[in-house]
């Protein structure tokens, strides 16, 4: 576990990107979906003047090694702590190229980072904020892999999204035990593909909620009585591992985690407390394979001695982006 610990009378904001999906030809100065990314992000942290920044997964292409180390480079010019756990993309080439780009991140000061068992996946670590000497809050980020063989064509070739493990989950287990002992009551999870409970969550809060299969119906008619906090678009079917892995039941028994946060998706963003625990689809960061120029931006985890106080979603207007 990894302590962070920040003295300030103010509370700690977290900045979660997703999904900005850059491959190194579109780094280069006026290619315009670097120049979103970079305006995007130099945007958010204007405004939300974050403490730490996470990324949510799919940085890029594996074996795009260019392009991960120009996200290094940036990070690192940045000067504010850092982290990210991997997605499908970074992942898509086996365990080798993502190490290989963790070689090159854990070489920067500004990177926050744990090697975990490499037999869980290559992004699995707890991050414990501490506000002024007090356990505040901890940041589990999961390795939720590439894509498994699966009875029915879920995303290609009889294949289905991966998502956490039973190992993984026995894992989450002993870290929450660990948060908890270290006076810690509060985390958010922070996973690249959705956990299965997401798709349940969209079912039970949206009055029209988008098929599991078929094309989605883009109508919003209304959040359903008892999740009117809910915000957020629902513009994509949800890409989780189409059968419950049991994550949800063992986050919402073990009582700590109060937010997990997804990213994947890139036309979904929307946030539903769903069972008590807030399941999130972060923002997509900048225009990196596809997406929908109104869902721009990013996620903040707003953060107290108690942990996660607020969260909502920051959208930045590409108009203003010459
Ligand atoms: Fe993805």
């Given at each position: 576990?990894?302590?962070?610990?920040?003295?300030t009378?103010?509370?700690?904001?977290i900045?979660?990107?997703t999904?900005?999906q850059l491959t190194?030809?579109?780094?280069?100065?006026?290619?315009?979906t670097?120049d979103?990314?970079r305006?995007t992000v130099g945007?958010?942290?204007e405004?939300?003047?974050?403490?730490?920044?996470t990324v949510?997964?799919?940085?890029?292409y594996a074996?795009?090694?260019?392009?991960?180390?120009n996200?290094?480079?940036?990070f690192?010019?940045?000067?504010?702590?850092w982290?990210?756990c991997?997605?499908?993309?970074?992942?898509?080439?086996?365990?080798e190229p993502?190490?290989?780009?963790?070689?090159?991140f854990?070489k920067?000061?500004?990177?926050?980072?744990?090697?975990?068992?490499?037999?869980?996946g290559n992004?699995n670590f707890?991050i414990?904020?501490?506000?002024?000497?007090?356990?505040a809050?901890g940041i589990?980020?999961?390795d939720t892999h590439?894509?498994?063989p699966?009875k029915?064509?879920?995303?290609g070739k009889?294949?289905?999204?991966?998502?956490?493990?039973p190992?993984?989950l026995?894992?989450y287990?002993d870290r929450?035990?660990e948060?908890?002992e270290?006076g810690c009551?509060?985390?958010?999870?922070i996973?690249?593909?959705?956990?299965y409970?997401?798709?349940?969550a969209?079912g039970?809060?949206?009055v029209?909620p988008?098929?599991e299969?078929g094309e989605p119906?883009?109508g919003?008619?209304?959040w359903?009585p008892g999740?009117e906090?809910?915000f957020g678009f629902y513009?994509e079917?949800?890409?989780?591992?189409?059968e419950d892995?049991?994550?949800?039941?063992?986050?919402?028994?073990l009582?700590?985690?109060?937010?997990?946060?997804?990213g994947?998706?890139h036309?979904n963003n929307?946030?539903v407390?769903?069972?008590g625990?807030?399941?999130?689809?972060g923002?997509?960061t900048?225009i990196?394979?596809?997406?929908?120029?109104?869902i721009n931006?990013?996620?903040?985890l707003?953060?107290?001695?108690?942990?996660?106080?607020d969260?909502?979603?920051?959208?930045v207007?590409l108009?203003g982006?010459?």
């Amino acid at each position: 576990m990894i302590r962070l610990s920040m003295e300030t009378d103010r509370d700690i904001r977290i900045l979660n990107l997703t999904d900005p999906q850059l491959t190194a030809g579109e780094w280069e100065k006026g290619n315009r979906t670097g120049d979103a990314f970079r305006y995007t992000v130099g945007t958010l942290i204007e405004r939300v003047r974050p403490d730490l920044i996470t990324v949510s997964g799919d940085l890029s292409y594996a074996g795009d090694y260019v392009s991960y180390r120009n996200y290094a480079d940036y990070f690192d010019d940045l000067g504010i702590p850092w982290t990210c756990c991997f997605g499908n993309h970074d992942n898509q080439g086996g365990d080798e190229p993502v190490r290989r780009v963790l070689d090159e991140f854990m070489k920067r000061k500004t990177f926050v980072f744990e090697k975990c068992d490499p037999a869980l996946g290559n992004s699995n670590f707890v991050i414990l904020i501490e506000k002024n000497g007090k356990a505040a809050e901890g940041i589990i980020l999961m390795d939720t892999h590439d894509r498994i063989p699966y009875k029915a064509d879920m995303c290609g070739k009889n294949e289905a999204w991966a998502g956490l493990t039973p190992e993984q989950l026995a894992w989450y287990r002993d870290r929450i035990a660990e948060l908890k002992e270290a006076g810690c009551r509060d985390s958010t999870l922070i996973i690249h593909t959705p956990i299965y409970a997401y798709i349940e969550a969209a079912g039970a809060a949206f009055v029209n909620p988008v098929p599991e299969k078929g094309e989605p119906d883009y109508g919003f008619a209304g959040w359903n009585p008892g999740y009117e906090d809910s915000f957020g678009f629902y513009h994509e079917i949800i890409s989780a591992y189409p059968e419950d892995e049991g994550a949800f039941e063992l986050i919402h028994r073990l009582g700590s985690t109060g937010n997990v946060i997804s990213g994947h998706d890139h036309m979904n963003n929307w946030a539903v407390r769903y069972r008590g625990v807030r399941l999130i689809f972060g923002t997509k960061t900048g225009i990196g394979s596809y997406g929908e120029s109104a869902i721009n931006g990013g996620t903040v985890l707003t953060v107290d001695e108690n942990g996660v106080k607020d969260v909502r979603h920051e959208y930045v207007d590409l108009d203003g982006l010459r």
